[in-house]
């Protein structure tokens, strides 16, 4: 007797409008091109020796069983000892800091655990890819407002249009990838009045707090304690020790908003890596790395912006993060009228440096001439990937 064809039951998508997201579809085409991948956001050096062997140090000691759910204590200890000395606002390291399996985990986990089915959440574009989805996720709509065209500074007249009776919370990410600008003291101040007669949640994507430049100092939600009072502020190791391939992060909220992060925590990934979280532990006790970042990631900026200033590619300001934005409205015509996504391809196929279109960023895919490049890279990748835009497009 013929045994029937085995089938797999069809299902109705959670996310039917997600692919392969756009980052990793450009580091497959520079790769397949030979081209400088300058597209997504990752360092092409190793972090700090010393950190590694912190790491190395506590599986030697025998760290490499589950740790607490929330994270090990000394490093939630060390979290919020630094969250106070730079931005003042002191957190319970045993109920208000949660270790996490990477910041998009983190803003995932705090999206299920405080927004409802039919809630709706702000987020303000162009914006990380992740944070529609997880919206999508918890049943709840996502309220798209658009950053200033050009400036990418907060519309707060837009923003507060946006709210309703059922806006649950509100996404803000400074400094801002992809643009790099980074919000202001006023500006978050602003934020903190527009806010305060609401019930509205803050998830303050602060993952390259240590990214700002010329002096600026960070706007952390957790220097507003009123905001502080409503965030659940995310920040990420794998983005300050470029190591962005270890998936180690942090949420710091209130009490009442940690214990629902992580009822959802615990049952998602449940912990996180346990010799990592010693070893950053024990490195988290010389703050000079984090300290001095800010200069290590200006003079990339500094070099990578001269070197770009012989080309017809125009400057975006950057102020913060490793992103450089970048408007190609002034190549040759047929370049120029080319979309973001084709733009981005041709760059990569032709000139052999790849680069992010930052329709990417928009639900809308629109364009508006402009391509992300990432200069978290070593020098010699940098001028690799300059002198290949400076012939091309000088």
Request: proline fraction near 8%; hydrophobic fraction near 45%.
């Amino acid at each position: 007797m013929t045994q029937p064809m085995p089938r797999t039951p069809a299902v109705t998508s959670r996310l039917p409008q997600v692919g392969t997201t756009i980052f990793t579809v450009m580091s497959a085409l520079a790769q397949q091109c030979a081209a400088v991948n300058l597209g997504q956001g990752f360092p092409d050096f190793d972090g700090d020796a010393r950190l590694k062997d912190a790491v190395k140090a506590a599986m030697d000691a025998g760290h490499n069983q589950y740790p607490p759910m929330a994270g090990v204590p000394a490093l939630r200890e060390a979290i919020a000892a630094k969250i106070e000395t730079l931005y003042g606002q002191h957190y319970d390291p045993g109920l208000e800091i949660t270790v996490t399996a990477g910041a998009t985990q983190a803003l995932l986990t705090a999206v299920l655990a405080l927004v409802h089915p039919g809630d709706e959440v702000i987020v303000l574009e162009p914006c990380y890819d992740s944070y529609e989805p997880a919206i999508a996720l918890a049943g709840a709509t996502a309220v798209r407002v658009p950053l200033t065209p050009g400036s990418f500074r907060p519309d707060f007249e837009r923003i507060a249009a946006a709210i309703t009776p059922r806006t649950r919370a509100l996404f803000v990410n400074t400094p801002h990838n992809p643009s790099g600008t980074v919000w202001t003291p006023a500006e978050m101040q602003r934020l903190a009045e527009l806010l305060r007669p609401t019930n509205i949640l803050l998830i303050a994507d602060e993952v390259y707090e240590h990214m700002v430049y010329d002096g600026v100092a960070h706007a952390s939600a957790a220097r507003w304690p009123e905001l502080a009072a409503r965030a659940v502020v995310i920040s990420s190791f794998g983005k300050t020790y470029h190591v962005t391939g270890w998936k180690v992060a942090f949420a710091a909220a209130p009490a009442s908003l940690s214990a629902e992060f992580r009822k959802v925590h615990q049952f998602n990934t449940f912990t996180v890596n346990t010799p990592m979280q010693h070893g950053l532990a024990a490195y988290m006790a010389d703050p000079v790395p984090y300290l001095q970042l800010p200069d290590f990631y200006q003079r990339k900026r500094d070099l990578f912006r001269a070197g770009l200033a012989p080309t017809r590619l125009r400057l975006l300001p950057c102020e913060g993060t490793y992103f450089q934005c970048v408007d190609y409205s002034g190549l040759d015509p047929a370049i120029a009228a080319l979309p973001e996504a084709a733009f981005c391809e041709w760059l990569t196929r032709e000139v052999g440096v790849a680069a992010i279109p930052l329709s990417a960023f928009y639900c809308d895919g629109r364009n508006q001439q402009i391509a992300r490049l990432c200069f978290a890279k070593k020098d010699e990748t940098l001028h690799a990937a300059l002198e290949r835009l400076r012939r091309h497009l000088g």
